[in-house]
Nanobody, 125 residues
Framework: QVQLVESGGGLVQAGGSLRLSCAASGRTFSNYHMGWFRQAPGKEREFVAAVTWSGGRTYYADSVKGRFTISRDNAKNTVYLQMNSLRPEDTAVYYC??????????????????WGQGTQVTVSS
């Protein structure tokens, strides 16, 4: 499997922006679809965004569509989540995840093979 380390979280005011990064190591990064999930206190982990192994297709939760952008740079073994127009309800621990290329449904957390440790994003009103 691939090892993942997230960074870039922090405290930001509503309307602000953050860019999360996820550095991968251990196996060939381009062999994996990549996803971002988040988990708020008292809530189950929910899908945020995903990108296929080649970067050719992206998927977004309705709650973040138009505000967040997922991208990947396979040469740098890194996936990004650009978060704009942040809202207090975006506050959560954000997790980077990797799924093997034969995975079909990238919105389901149990379809992913590897997870990072998470990075906290807090949006103040």
């Amino acid at each position: 499997q691939v090892q993942l380390v997230e960074s870039g979280g922090g405290l930001v005011q509503a309307g602000g922006s953050l860019r999360l990064s996820c550095a991968a190591s251990g196996r060939t990064f381009s062999n994996y679809h990549m996803g971002w999930f988040r988990q708020a206190p008292g809530k189950e982990r929910e899908f945020v965004a995903a990108v296929t192994w080649s970067g050719g297709r992206t998927y977004y939760a309705d709650s973040v569509k138009g505000r967040f952008t997922i991208s990947r740079d396979n040469a740098k073994n890194t996936v990004y989540l650009q978060m704009n127009s942040l809202r207090p309800e975006d506050t959560a621990v954000y997790y980077c995840s990797a799924a093997l290329r034969f995975t079909w449904d990238l919105t389901e957390p149990n379809k992913y093979d590897s997870w990072g440790q998470g990075t906290q994003v807090t949006v103040s009103s």
